[in-house]
């Protein structure tokens, strides 16, 4: 069946450039998770849907990032006026529902901000 | 704070046991991710250990004791392609829904 699959999978910009980064999440799944891995670093939490609704967003780097999830399935991340510092790999993540269900990953976009 | 250490790097040998550590300076958390990801390739979970104690599923174990604030991923009978990095993260519930990563522990296996 089909996995998690987001797109584009390469993203080159320019700084000051703002850029949208979609989520297909498995169909069903009502959970989905936005994550960001820099070079060499572990991965950080960004933000979480249940639904259509994120119960908190403290975890976005910054004002810049946004996300947003409608009719319970796919997800976007909006960065405005990207840095240089924002180049990393996103990765999304759905799962069935409760946090502690197996979380599925998707091949992440690669980001570079130039 | 919530910070969760592991191991920068490991090394063992083909067909033999390692056990990763993972130790939290933290609270309040509700159970604890295990992770594997090969170079260039997106995490896959491994397991989610909410009560303290051992979980065995096949080669991999996992184990969480909250008392002593700390969990370990096993490996037996080790293969090449479990060389890879493993990630221990912990999940905060309530009215925030956040998940906190370790830095990884990048696993060389060596024939």
């Known amino acids: 069946g089909a996995g998690v699959s987001q797109s584009p999978s390469n993203k080159v910009t320019e700084k000051g450039k703002d850029v949208e980064l979609r989520c297909d999440p498995i169909?069903?799944?009502?959970?989905l998770y936005w994550y960001r891995q820099s070079l060499g670093q572990g991965l950080e939490f960004l933000i979480y849907f249940q639904g259509n609704s994120a119960p908190d967003k403290s975890g976005l780097p910054s004002d810049r990032f946004s996300a947003e999830r409608t009719g319970g399935s796919v997800s976007t991340l909006t960065i405005q006026r990207t840095q240089q510092e924002d180049s990393a790999v996103y990765l999304c993540a759905s799962s069935l529902g409760r946090i502690e269900e197996t979380q599925y990953f998707g091949p992440g976009t690669r980001l570079l901000v130039l | 704070g919530q910070n969760i250490d592991q191991p920068t790097e490991m090394t063992a040998t083909e067909g033999a046991i390692v056990q990763i550590n993972c130790t939290y300076q933290?609270?309040?958390?509700?159970?604890l991710f295990w992770y594997q990801q090969h170079a260039g390739e997106a995490p896959t979970f491994l397991s989610y250990n909410v009560l303290d104690g051992l979980e065995e599923k096949g080669r991999f174990s996992s184990f969480l004791s909250r008392s002593k604030g700390y969990s370990y991923l096993l490996l037996k009978e080790l293969q090449m392609k479990d060389s890879a990095s493993y990630l221990c993260?912990?999940?905060?519930?309530?009215?925030?829904?956040?998940?906190?990563f370790g830095t990884g522990t990048k696993l060389q296996v060596i024939p």
């Open positions: 993260a912990a999940f905060f519930p309530g009215g925030y829904q956040k998940v906190t």
């Open positions: 169909s069903g799944h009502t959970a």
């Open positions: 933290t609270s309040g958390f509700n159970g």
